[in-house]
């Protein structure tokens, strides 16, 4: 069963900057994945930020985060990253990391079966 653990989330002025973890495990290999950052924030659905291909690191991003937000794997840790610099006050939410185990619509919700728990990050204004 594969498992997903975020961290890094917490409270940051606008403009300051976080990185966030996500910790896979129950596999030897998450190569044939894709890991992605969706966030929630109070009251909207959930949104898709960015993906990349555990294999070969192809990315892909939402325009909402398109130069702030940078995706990230390190094989070798099983972990995967957002890195958020000049947060705003509307980047503020539960962020969620997820993994599909093959071809899917990696831009929606429905293209992941794993999730993690959640970690919150506000951004103070």
């Known amino acids: 069963q594969v498992q997903l653990v975020e961290s890094g989330g917490g409270l940051v002025q606008a403009g300051g900057s976080l990185r966030l973890s996500c910790a896979a495990s129950?596999?030897?290999?998450?190569?044939?994945?894709?890991m992605a950052w969706f966030r929630q924030a109070a009251g909207k659905e959930r949104e898709f930020l960015a993906f990349?291909?555990?294999?070969?690191?192809?990315?892909n991003y939402a325009d909402s985060v398109q130069g702030r937000f940078i995706i990230s794997r390190d094989n070798a840790k099983n972990t995967a990253y957002l890195q958020m610099n000049t947060l705003r006050p509307e980047d503020t939410a539960v962020y969620y990391c997820?993994?599909?185990?093959?071809?899917?619509?990696?831009?929606?919700?429905?293209?992941?079966?794993?999730w993690g728990q959640g970690t919150q990050v506000t951004v103070s204004s």
């Open positions: 990349i291909f555990w294999s070969g690191g192809g990315t």
């Open positions: 997820a993994a599909a185990p093959g071809p899917s619509n990696y831009r929606t919700t429905f293209g992941y079966e794993y």
């Open positions: 129950g596999r030897s290999s998450f190569s044939s994945y894709v």
